[in-house]
């Protein structure tokens, strides 16, 4: 199965990549430093042609309020779309956004 790892070289991407790789999976990570922007939706055709399935572990540049939503709208809608447009059937989204407000209240 081919498996881009959106975030696929942060902390939690490098393992995603790295535990499918351990399975026979081919994982790629796509990241601006391989070719893929999700904010300018550049080399999310050509990552995605064959793929089964996204998994997007992205984390957004900047922990402004406002901007990390920007970040996350753009950036999603744009993987949605290039998943659509490549047939890719399965999408997994790992986020940790909001959970400091989660805190409190499950304590």
């Known amino acids: 199965m081919k498996v881009v790892v959106i975030g696929g070289t942060g902390l939690v991407g490098s393992q995603v990549v790295q535990l499918l790789t351990a399975h026979g999976h081919t994982a790629i990570a796509a990241v601006p430093d391989t070719g893929v922007n999700t904010v300018t939706g550049e080399g999310l055709a050509e990552v995605l042609v064959g793929a089964d399935a996204v998994v997007d572990v992205s ?49």
């Open 59 to 107: 984390n957004s540049p900047s922990f402004d309020r406002d901007a990390a939503i920007q970040f996350f709208e753009t950036a999603t809608g744009n993987i949605l779309d290039a998943e659509r447009n490549a047939g890719v059937r399965h999408h997994v989204a790992l986020s940790v956004v909001g959970t400091a407000e989660l805190a409190p209240a499950s304590g």
